[in-house]
């Protein structure tokens, strides 16, 4: 596999979200690629039992999940809930046998090694199982938005049940959420959700 060709050949399209898929990568093949890509932005990469995931992001994409966090941020401020954001830090290793960077990520109370609430802005997917990688990094919260719609789950013992409501923000009001995310504008929506919301 030449890596200049394969970085050139799915360099990020300035329009929409794009994904490709490689089975049986060694650790040492993704670290390659990975190399290979470091001076190209909008790139990110999912790596897990030797099935590697590149995807390209879209501003599209970027917008839902600024938005969606600027949201959440804003309930949790207006109800004294303490945060720490993570943003998207790379989590996994070789030992775990993966690696990746969740869209956005939140520690609640205080701030921890792994995060409490990782949150995932699916528009192309790849077909790996994130949930997985998640599990072995202890993640107790995941949060799929994916075609205007909210998908939580929580990690109980070995597995994630999906979830009708955060059970670290239980309080929050997932419709409202929703209808704020999909406005057009941004300061509208923080708004719109300030209004609407009661402090627990």
Known sequence: ????????????????????TFNGVSWEQFEAIEAAF???????FFYLDRILQIMTVSPEHEIIKKTLCMLLEAY???NGIRFYGKGGPTLGNRELGGRKEPDDS???GTPKTFPDIAIEVVITSGGINTLELYKR???????????SQLSLYYLTGENYEQIARSTFLPALDLELLLRCASMPDQYDAVTELLANISPV
């Open 1 to 20: 596999m030449n890596l200049s060709t394969l970085a050139k050949s799915i360099s990020p399209d300035a329009g929409k979200d794009g994904c490709m």
């Open 38 to 44: 470091k001076d190209i932005g909008g790139v990110k």
């Open 76 to 78: 949790m401020r207006a």
């Open 106 to 108: 939140y520690d609640i």
């Open 137 to 147: 990094l202890g993640v107790r919260e995941v949060w799929f938005w994916q075609n």
